[in-house]
C-alpha cells in the first residue's frame, strides 16, 4: 500500500470533525485503495453557485426558508445522488418512521428518508433518516420551545434507535452531521462544514466519497457506508483492547521494577505502602502517560516547542 494513500486519508480526516466510531485507516485502505472518488469541477462549479445564493438568501433581511430548503434538497439529490426514487418527503405518500418517546411525550419524525431503490438486492427498506433545521439552529443546541430539552443529534440518535435504521443526518445548510447509531452501540458521528468544500475539496471528496448513493447502494455489501461503519468499530474494539492488555503489562513491569528497588533498600522504599496502593498509583501513572502520548501525538499540547520536547515531553523519553 502506497504511503501517498495514507496520507491522502489521513489528511481528509484530520479535517472532517467526529466523535466516537467512525471509519478506521485499515478499512479506508481496504475500501479505497486508490484515494477517495475523484474531484468532479462542473459539480463543484454548480455547488459553488448554489452555496453562494443560499447564502445570499440567508442574509437578506427576511431570510429566504423556501432557498434554504432547496439548498439542502440539491446536495441530497444532486451532491449525493439521492434521486426521487429513494429520496422521500415525511409528508409525500410514502409514510415515514414515526418513534414516540413516550416519557417525553414527543413523537420523533424525520423531514426526509432514504429507502433502498426497487430491485434491490436486500429488499425494501429504510436506509438513512434525514432531518432538516432551520438555518439559525446548531445542531448540537437545544430546539427552543420543546419540552424534551435534547439537541436535534440526540434526538437523530432516539430516532434512528427507535425506527431500527443506522444512519441519519441532520444539517442546518451549513453542518452537515452523519449520525450512526446502532441498536445497542455506542453512536458516533462525523461532520462537515459546506464552506469547507470549497477551501478543501478533499472534504466533499469524503462527504461524497461515504454518502452516495453509490456508496449505498451500488457496492458489495461488505462495501456500504454501513458496513465500513460497522467494521472500523470492530477494529478500534480490538485496538481498545490490545491498549489495555499493554497498559496491564506495563503496570506489572512497573510495580516489578518498584519491587525489586524495595528488596534492594532492604524494604526501605516502600515501608508501609500497601500493595493495592502500588498498584493503584502504576496504574494512575500508566494512564496518564496514555493520555499524554496520546495528546502528543496529535499536537494537542506542546506543539513542538524544543522546551517542552526537552524538558516536559513523554514521546521523546525513549530516544533520550
Keep these: 500500500m502506497s504511503s501517498g494513500i ?14 466516537g466510531s467512525f471509519v478506521s485507516m485499515p478499512v479506508l485502505l481496504r475500501a479505497f485503495p486508490q484515494g477517495l472518488e475523484p474531484h468532479d469541477p462542473e459539480l463543484v462549479r454548480a455547488l459553488r453557485t448554489t452555496h453562494e445564493e443560499w447564502r445570499e438568501a440567508l442574509g437578506a433581511r427576511r431570510p429566504d426558508l423556501a432557498r434554504h430548503q432547496q439548498w439542502v434538497r440539491f446536495v441530497l439529490r444532486e451532491v449525493l445522488g439521492w434521486s426521487g426514487e429513494v429520496l422521500h418527503e415525511a409528508s409525500g405518500e410514502l409514510p415515514p418512521p414515526r418513534v414516540e418517546v413516550a416519557v417525553h411525550r414527543e413523537t420523533l419524525v424525520p423531514d426526509l428518508f432514504l429507502t433502498n431503490p426497487e430491485g434491490h438486492a436486500e429488499g425494501p427498506g429504510t436506509r438513512a433518516l434525514v432531518q432538516v433545521l432551520r438555518p439559525d439552529q446548531m445542531v448540537t443546541r437545544t430546539l427552543p420551545g420543546r419540552a424534551w430539552r435534547a439537541a436535534p443529534d440526540d434526538r437523530m440518535v432516539e430516532l434512528l434507535r427507535g425506527a431500527g435504521v443506522s444512519l441519519g443526518l441532520v444539517t442546518n445548510g451549513a453542518e452537515w452531521r452523519l449520525v ?7 453512536p458516533g458521528m462525523a461532520w462537515w462544514e459546506s464552506d469547507l468544500w470549497f477551501d478543501e475539496p478533499v472534504t466533499l471528496r469524503a462527504f461524497r466519497s461515504l454518502l452516495s448513493a453509490r456508496r449505498l447502494f451500488a457496492v458489495a455489501a461488505t462495501d456500504t457506508l454501513e458496513a465500513l461503519l460497522a467494521e472500523s468499530a470492530r477494529d478500534q474494539q480490538e485496538i481498545t483492547d490490545q491498549l489495555g492488555r499493554q497498559v496491564r503489562h506495563a503496570v506489572e513491569v512497573l510495580v516489578q521494577a518498584l519491587d525489586r528497588a524495595d528488596r534492594d533498600l532492604g524494604g526501605k522504599l516502600l515501608a508501609g505502602v500497601g500493595e493495592k496502593h502500588i498498584y493503584d498509583a502504576a496504574l494512575t501513572v500508566m494512564m496518564r502517560l496514555v493520555f499524554l502520548f496520546a495528546a502528543e501525538e496529535r499536537g494537542l499540547i506542546g506543539g513542538g516547542l524544543p522546551r517542552y520536547d526537552q524538558h516536559y515531553a513523554v514521546s521523546t523519553l525513549r530516544d533520550q
Design 6 to 19: 495514507v496520507r491522502h486519508h489521513n489528511d481528509w480526516l484530520r479535517l472532517v470533525e467526529h466523535s
Design 180 to 186: 450512526h447509531a446502532p441498536r445497542g452501540e455506542t
